[in-house]
């Protein structure tokens, strides 16, 4: 099947601290992955989309210089959340495909943040 | 407009019996597909199945089936023979276009399914 990785998976930090997640797609390559937040009890907002070898594409509303992403190979994206502050904790959930447009995007096990 | 609707946000069924989740969407595309995902308490999100919009039958994967009413722009799921495992919430979404920029997907706001011994 399709693995996609999320790495650390709780992060509880201070205020001001730049916080890295990493999601890693195990057994395939992705060109494209995606980053989501998830407030409790609701749903997933996508943030941006992460194009390997090229910049991201942010969604509306999103501060790109805020939340960093990198994709540096088509195995990793990086997304670093700088200066986070309380406003930033939420629940980060990375994305991949792996094939075609008919198959489903895998996700990551998701990364709780919590700012102190 | 919303493009994905879940229009029960919490619901309750009898474990063994079969339940449906209601899900309605709005495209103008005429390629499209329609997923649902699964996330436990624990935050993972996991897919369950998938419908294409020129799919003429309806998507089927184990307990899971997808009653695809393309004139109605509906996609429920039907989970039949509840397990208590199946509490969580579901989310249904959708991917536009057959190559979208990204193709990205859009989510509803989720329905909470709780399963009664």
């Known amino acids: 099947g399709a693995v996609v990785s999320q790495h650390p998976s709780r992060v509880i930090c201070k205020s001001g601290t730049s916080v890295k997640i990493e999601c890693r797609s195990l057994?395939?390559?992705?060109?494209?992955m995606f980053w989501y937040r998830q407030f409790p009890k609701q749903s997933l907002m996508l943030m941006a989309t992460s194009n390997e070898g090229s910049k991201a594409t942010y969604e509306q509303g999103v501060e790109k210089d805020k939340f960093l992403i990198n994709h540096a190979s088509l195995t990793l994206s990086t997304l670093t959340v700088t200066s986070a502050h309380p406003e930033d904790s939420s629940f980060y959930i990375c994305s991949a495909r792996k094939g075609g447009a008919t198959q489903p995007q895998h996700f990551g096990d998701g990364t709780r943040l919590s700012i102190l | 407009a919303q493009k994905i609707t879940q229009t029960q946000p919490g619901m309750f069924v009898q474990e063994k019996e079969a339940v449906t989740l209601d899900c309605t969407y709005d495209t103008s595309d005429q390629s499209y597909g329609l997923f649902w995902y699964k996330q436990p308490s624990s935050g993972e999100m996991i897919f369950l199945i998938y419908?294409?919009?020129?799919?003429?039958q309806n998507a089927t994967e184990g307990r899971y089936s997808l009653n695809f009413q393309k004139a109605r722009k509906s996609a429920n799921l039907v989970i039949s023979a509840s397990q208590l495992g199946d509490s969580a919430m579901y989310f249904c979404a959708m991917r536009e276009g057959q190559n979208n920029a990204g193709n990205m997907l859009t989510f509803g706001g989720g329905t909470r399914l709780m399963v009664k011994p």
């Open positions: 057994d395939f390559q992705a060109t494209t």
């Open positions: 419908q294409g919009s020129y799919d003429e």
